[in-house]
């Protein structure tokens, strides 16, 4: 709290006027953080054509929201050694929970309608899964060196995509 307190030219006391603790204060970032990234997630989907079109804009959405805000984001979502998980204190709140919802059934809805009734049971399982593709390989290139191996931020919201649309198979076929 120190740390963040000289970060904003003031003191601790006042951040713990606010927020009780470090918990406290990455609860209430967390609330507006996520609640901020569900509407550009939402927003960039609306204006798609087609489920894969809204899960490009979903992806490259987050992606753009994680990469400007790179330590608000390590700040609301990882954890840090020897203290309580921030998804702890953002769990707690609701909003985590919320926030998963809301996406599952951003990306459900669409599918939904693409797909059919009959194929409810994908629906309900795929949505989740995507949302850990998305979240774990998208953590790994923020926190992959800049280089002329890194893709840029579009690249790699087009191949997460084409990952979730289409599997490995593509890329394993053509490296035989």
Same mark, same amino acid.
């Given at each position: 709290? $120190?740390? +963040?307190?000289?970060?904003?030219?003031?003191?601790?006391?006042? &951040?713990?006027?606010?927020?009780?603790?470090? /918990?406290?204060?990455?609860?209430? %970032?967390?609330?507006?953080?996520?609640?901020?990234?569900?509407?550009?997630?939402? $927003?960039?989907?609306?204006?798609?054509?087609?489920?894969?079109?809204?899960?490009?804009? %979903?992806?490259?959405?987050?992606?753009?929201?994680? *990469?400007?805000?790179?330590?608000?984001?390590? &700040?609301?979502?990882?954890?840090?050694?020897? $203290?309580?998980?921030?998804?702890?204190?953002?769990?707690?709140?609701?909003?985590?929970? =919320?926030?998963? $919802?809301?996406?599952?059934? %951003? +990306?459900?809805?669409?599918?939904? *309608?693409?797909?059919?009734? *009959?194929?409810?049971?994908?629906?309900?399982?795929?949505?989740?899964?995507? +949302?850990?593709?998305?979240? =774990?390989?998208? *953590?790994?290139?923020?926190?992959?060196?800049?280089?002329?191996?890194?893709?840029?931020?579009?690249? %790699?919201?087009?191949?997460?995509?084409?990952?979730?649309?289409?599997? +490995?198979?593509? /890329?394993?076929?053509?490296?035989?």
């Amino acid at each position: 709290m $120190e740390d +963040i307190a000289s970060a904003a030219g003031t003191s601790k006391s006042v &951040f713990y006027r606010y927020f009780r603790d470090k /918990a406290g204060l990455q609860q209430a %970032m967390g609330e507006v953080v996520l609640g901020q990234m569900q509407r550009r997630m939402q $927003e960039a989907a609306q204006s798609a054509q087609t489920p894969r079109e809204g899960l490009f804009a %979903m992806v490259s959405a987050y992606l753009q929201m994680a *990469e400007s805000s790179p330590h608000v984001y390590a &700040f609301i979502t990882r954890l840090t050694p020897g $203290e309580a998980s921030a998804q702890d204190a953002i769990a707690a709140s609701g909003a985590l929970g =919320n926030f998963f $919802e809301q996406i599952t059934e %951003m +990306i459900a809805t669409p599918m939904r *309608e693409y797909l059919g009734k *009959e194929k409810e049971a994908v629906i309900v399982y795929w949505p989740t899964a995507a +949302i850990g593709l998305v979240r =774990n390989a998208g *953590e790994m290139w923020l926190g992959s060196p800049a280089g002329s191996g890194k893709p840029d931020q579009e690249s %790699m919201a087009a191949q997460i995509t084409d990952w979730l649309c289409l599997g +490995i198979a593509p /890329a394993l076929k053509t490296s035989t």
